[in-house]
């Protein structure tokens, strides 16, 4: 059976303009001892990591330190006790890219690593405040840009769980988490606009709550991520950021090793990466320019 697998790409931003090359460099200078988040049950890391032509590739991976789960027999069933020397753990690894020229990271998805918990690593490591913003396709995008007053940000989240769905994001919707659970909600809608016609929402603070929930758009618990405002002629538009998302896909053979090959997963990063450049280097320039024309047009 062919197994695919699927990357987002993000932008890594901060407001004081610091560098992510010079943060993956403070981060990877950090003993690999001491190069981690750790949580007491499980801890976060980046290893295996080469830099060459300007790319970074490596793995960011979750270890799990306690609950570890059993093995099992496939023959009689039977669950036996996982050996391992405290200082083993579970490792679940995924792999990542940095290229430096286009300033994009790729994360391979999983359920275990986020792009947040690589952000908190290079923020740890080098003192800085980095966010990675999403990637979207071109015409979400461009429409998203096109848009100056922002003037109505929703949300919809439909679960038993919605209390602890609000409470898992890196992002200050989680305040709403203790009311919702007492509620016993299990449909929350967040529906923020602004009355006078001069106001308009902060794009920084919607972009931020985006970054939050990228990780979850394909979730169907998430029922709808919009955002709607004026562009400079004074014209409505909605940017639905569910079906905006740009991704990445890699398949690997059937061939593949049981065990996860770690220069199987560098490589497949590297591979989709390479499929996606063409589009990538286009929209960021045009982006580029843009960002220049409206500067020196201000």
Same mark, same amino acid.
């Given at each position: 059976?062919?197994?695919?697998?699927?990357?987002?790409?993000?932008? %890594?931003?901060?407001?004081?303009?610091?560098? +992510?090359?010079?943060?993956?460099?403070?981060?990877?200078?950090?003993?690999?001892?001491?190069?981690?988040?750790?949580?007491?049950?499980?801890? +976060?890391?980046? $290893?295996?990591?080469?830099?060459?032509?300007?790319?970074?590739?490596?793995?960011?991976?979750?270890?799990?330190?306690?609950?570890?789960?059993?093995?099992?027999?496939?023959?009689?069933?039977?669950?036996?006790?996982?050996?391992?020397?405290?200082?083993?753990?579970?490792?679940? %690894?995924?792999? +990542?890219?940095?290229?430096?020229?286009?300033?994009?990271?790729?994360?391979?998805?999983? %359920?275990?690593?986020?792009?947040?918990?690589?952000?908190?690593?290079?923020?740890?490591?080098?003192?800085?405040?980095?966010?990675?913003?999403?990637?979207?396709?071109?015409?979400?995008?461009?429409?998203?840009?096109?848009?100056?007053?922002?003037?109505?940000?929703?949300?919809?989240?439909?679960?038993?769980?919605?209390?602890?769905?609000? #409470?898992?994001?890196? $992002?200050?919707?989680?305040?709403?988490?203790?009311?919702?659970?007492?509620?016993?909600?299990?449909?929350?809608? !967040?529906?923020?606009?602004?009355?006078?016609?001069?106001?308009?929402? $902060?794009?920084?603070? !919607?972009?931020?709550?985006?970054?939050?929930?990228?990780?979850?758009?394909?979730?169907?618990?998430?029922?709808?991520?919009?955002? #709607?405002?004026? #562009?400079? @002629?004074?014209?409505?538009?909605?940017?639905?950021?569910?079906?905006?998302?740009?991704?990445?896909?890699?398949?690997?053979?059937?061939?593949?090793?049981?065990?996860?090959?770690?220069?199987?997963?560098?490589?497949?990063?590297?591979?989709? +990466? @390479?499929? $996606?450049?063409?589009?990538?280097?286009?929209?960021?320039?045009?982006?580029?320019?843009?960002?220049?024309?409206?500067?020196?047009?201000?």
């Amino acid at each position: 059976m062919t197994t695919r697998l699927n990357y987002d790409f993000f932008i %890594p931003s901060t407001v004081n303009g610091a560098d +992510f090359s010079a943060g993956l460099t403070k981060l990877f200078d950090t003993p690999m001892d001491q190069r981690r988040v750790d949580y007491g049950a499980f801890y +976060f890391d980046v $290893s295996d990591a080469e830099a060459r032509n300007g790319q970074t590739v490596g793995l960011v991976s979750r270890h799990r330190m306690r609950n570890l789960p059993p093995t099992g027999d496939s023959q009689t069933g039977s669950l036996d006790r996982l050996t391992l020397s405290d200082h083993q753990s579970v490792a679940e %690894p995924c792999a +990542f890219l940095y290229d430096s020229e286009l300033n994009i990271v790729v994360l391979q998805r999983s %359920p275990h690593v986020s792009h947040a918990a690589f952000a908190r690593l290079v923020n740890w490591a080098a003192d800085t405040a980095f966010i990675f913003l999403p990637v979207l396709n071109e015409d979400a995008m461009t429409r998203l840009e096109k848009l100056r007053k922002l003037r109505r940000f929703v949300l919809t989240v439909a679960s038993p769980q919605a209390a602890e769905y609000l #409470d898992g994001l890196e $992002s200050s919707l989680k305040g709403l988490a203790p009311f919702v659970r007492e509620l016993a909600g299990s449909r929350v809608r !967040i529906d923020v606009g602004v009355l006078p016609k001069s106001q308009y929402l $902060s794009k920084d603070a !919607i972009l931020h709550a985006i970054g939050a929930l990228f990780d979850r758009l394909d979730d169907e618990r998430l029922e709808k991520l919009e955002v #709607d405002g004026e #562009d400079e @002629e004074g014209n409505n538009h909605i940017v639905d950021f569910i079906d905006g998302q740009f991704r990445g896909h890699e398949a690997l053979a059937e061939t593949a090793p049981r065990h996860t090959d770690i220069g199987l997963l560098k490589d497949a990063i590297r591979k989709a +990466f @390479e499929n $996606s450049h063409i589009y990538l280097s286009t929209h960021l320039r045009a982006r580029a320019a843009q960002a220049q024309q409206v500067a020196v047009a201000g």
